[in-house]
C-alpha cells in the first residue's frame, strides 16, 4: 500500500498501487511527513512535535515536542536511517524567516534530538546514499540540494553543494535509488530530475502538472517510482490546463529504489 499526505489538508491517504483500496485518516494538524515504525503504526511530523498514530484504532500517542522558541515552524520532508532512526527537517509554514532546521531523533530520554543544520527557509528531501556515507539535503528556496559526509559517529559534515536547480521550480522532496542516484522532484517545474552520485544530470521526466512534490519507489521489485504533486499556489486558469493536478503519479524505472526502513523507537 502506498501512504501520502495531504498537507493543508490534514490528511494522511492511503491506496494501492493501481490507486484502488482508498482510505483517508483526519490528521490533528499539517502534517508533513508519516512514516511506518516497527511496532505498526506511523511516526507522523506535526507543527513542533512527533507523534505516533495507529490507523488501527486512529489514535495519536505524543512522542517528543521541541522548536518551542520557533511558534511559525512546521515540518515537513522525513526520513527513516537504516538504525531506525528519523532524520527530517521544519519550515516556517510562511515561507518568509529562515527558521527551518534539520534534526534527527533516536528516541533518546535526553540527547535523541540533535540539530544538524540550520537557517533554511523550506527544508526538504533528507535521504542517504546506498552505502550510508552520504546524506543529502534540501534548501528548497536556495534551489540547492546539498550532500554531507556521514562520519562514524553518525553526524554530518563536510557541507558542500551536490546540485543546483535551474529555472523553472524549485527542488522538494527527494529519493535515492539502489545505484546511488538522487531524484528530485521539482515544485513550480514539472518535471522529475535523476541526478547520479557525482552530480551529474541523468534524466529529466516530464510531467502534465506543474507542482510535483515527491518521489519515492515501491511494488515488488521497488521497480515503481511513485510522485505525489500539488495544487498549491495554482490559479484558476492553471488549474483548468492542468487538470490531473493534486494526484498521484507512477512510472516504471530501470533501477529500483532502496527498502523502506522502519522506525526503531517506538515501542
Known amino acids: 500500500m502506498l501512504y501520502f499526505v495531504d498537507i493543508k489538508q490534514h490528511k494522511l491517504h492511503r491506496c494501492d498501487a493501481h490507486g484502488g483500496q482508498r482510505q483517508t485518516w483526519d490528521m490533528p494538524g499539517e502534517t508533513g511527513f ?14 513542533g512535535k512527533l507523534v505516533h498514530f495507529d490507523p488501527a484504532t486512529g489514535t495519536f500517542a505524543p512522542i517528543t515536542e521541541f522548536e518551542a ?7 515537513n520532508d522525513g526520513h527513516v536511517a537504516h538504525d531506525g532512526a528519523l532524520w527530517f527537517g521544519s519550515m516556517d509554514n510562511a515561507e518568509t524567516a529562515a527558521s527551518g532546521a534539520l534534526y534527527r531523533y ?11 543544520d540550520d537557517g533554511i527557509i523550506i527544508t526538504n528531501g533528507p535521504a542517504f546514499s546506498p ?28 557541507k558542500r553543494v551536490f546540485a543546483t536547480i535551474a529555472e523553472p521550480g524549485w ?21 522529475v ?7 551529474e544530470l541523468l534524466e529529466t521526466i516530464a510531467f ?7 518521489i519515492a519507489f515501491g511494488g515488488p521489485d521497488l521497480k515503481t517510482a511513485f ?16 487538470p490531473l493536478a493534486g494526484g498521484v503519479f507512477a512510472f516504471p524505472v530501470d533501477v529500483p529504489g532502496l527498502p523502506q526502513h522502519m522506525i526503531g523507537f517506538v515501542k
Open 193 to 199: 530530475l535523476r541526478y547520479s552520485p557525482a552530480g
Open 171 to 191: 527542488p522538494d522532496g527527494s529519493a535515492v535509488d539502489a545505484a546511488g542516484n538522487v531524484w528530485v522532484a521539482v515544485f513550480r517545474g514539472a518535471r
Open 34 to 47: 508519516a512514516l511506518p515504525a516497527e511496532s505498526g503504526g506511523f511516526v507522523c511530523g506535526l507543527a
Open 69 to 75: 522558541d520557533r511558534p511559525g515552524n512546521r515540518l
Open 227 to 242: 510522485a505525489t504533486t500539488a495544487t498549491k499556489g495554482l490559479t484558476a486558469e492553471e488549474r483548468a490546463a492542468a
Open 208 to 214: 502534465p502538472v506543474p507542482n510535483i512534490t515527491k
Open 106 to 116: 533516536d528516541g533518546a530520554l535526553r540527547s535523541g534530538l540533535t540539530k544538524h
Open 131 to 158: 552505502d550510508r556515507k552520504t546524506f543529502y539535503h534540501t534548501d528548497t528556496f536556495g534551489k540547492t540540494v546539498y550532500a554531507f559526509d556521514v562520519t562514524a559517529e553518525g553526524t554530518l559534515a563536510n
